[in-house]
């Protein structure tokens, strides 16, 4: 079964950049898709298919994918960021959806 | 507003049975496929199940596989998991979630606000 690998914590300075990393194997041929889930709250998507902003989500928020490696971007980060950010891609070999272990982001 | 609300957790013990329910609106359910994904406690995100949505078209993952199964009643703009022979490791906050998807892509968007199953004695 297809496999995704992210980076259990990324730490990054108020007003900085973060970058978040989903890992698998020649991910850059499948769409991928992120969350963002703050404590005690249900996840929100911010970016799906590699690169799309659904409405209301700010443009600090970018994401990218190729190769073997998918990214999501957040620029200016503000402490109201902090959360566990999940990747997720369909498996069409299996027909199911494959997700994430997960990132804690933490603004420092 | 699009808007989702699961209802039907709870305690249960090991072996027994729980139904789960999400209630859907702010669009057209009926238009819609579904999907079922839990997290349990400290936990990352795991796919459980969705279905079409005429509900012809089902899939589950291999860990609930025999034991759960998922409905809907587009009259009632409902969507529902039975959950037979529970286990420990089927702790979790439940969520429903509306699948969209591309050729190639689907993705979930929005989110209910969870229900949390906890299997025990």
């Known amino acids: 079964s297809y496999e995704l690998t992210q980076p259990l914590s990324v730490s990054v300075a108020l007003g900085q950049t973060a970058r978040i990393t989903c890992g698998g194997n020649?991910?850059?041929?499948?769409?991928v898709h992120w969350y963002q889930q703050k404590p005690g709250q249900a996840p929100v998507l911010v970016i799906y298919?590699?690169?799309n902003r659904p409405s209301g989500i700010p443009e600090r928020f970018s994401g990218s994918n190729s190769g073997n490696t998918a990214t999501l971007t957040i620029s200016r980060a503000q402490a109201g960021d902090e959360a566990d950010y999940y990747c997720?891609?369909?498996?069409?070999?299996?027909?199911?959806?494959?997700f994430g272990g997960g990132t804690k982001l933490t603004v420092l | 507003q699009v808007q989702l609300v699961e209802s039907g957790g709870g305690l249960v013990k090991p072996g027994g049975s729980l139904r789960l329910s999400c209630a859907a609106s702010?669009?057209?359910?009926?238009?819609?496929?579904m999907s079922w994904i839990r997290q349990a406690p400290g936990k990352g995100l795991e796919w459980v199940s969705y279905?079409?949505?005429?509900?012809?078209?089902?899939y589950y993952a291999d860990s609930v596989k025999g034991r759960f199964t998922i409905s809907r009643d587009n009259a009632k703009n409902s969507l529902y998991l039975q959950m037979n022979s529970l286990r420990a490791e089927d702790t979790a906050v439940y969520y429903c979630?509306?699948?969209?998807?591309?050729?190639?892509?689907?993705?979930?968007?929005?989110w209910g606000q969870g229900t949390l199953v906890t299997v025990s004695s």
């Open positions: 298919r590699d690169s």
């Open positions: 979630a509306r699948w969209l998807e591309v050729v190639g892509a689907t993705w979930f968007d929005p």
């Open positions: 702010g669009f057209t359910f009926s238009d819609y496929y």
């Open positions: 020649n991910i850059g041929s499948k769409n």
């Open positions: 997720q891609v369909w498996d069409s070999s299996t027909a199911g959806v494959v």
């Open positions: 279905i079409s949505s005429s509900g012809s078209t089902i």
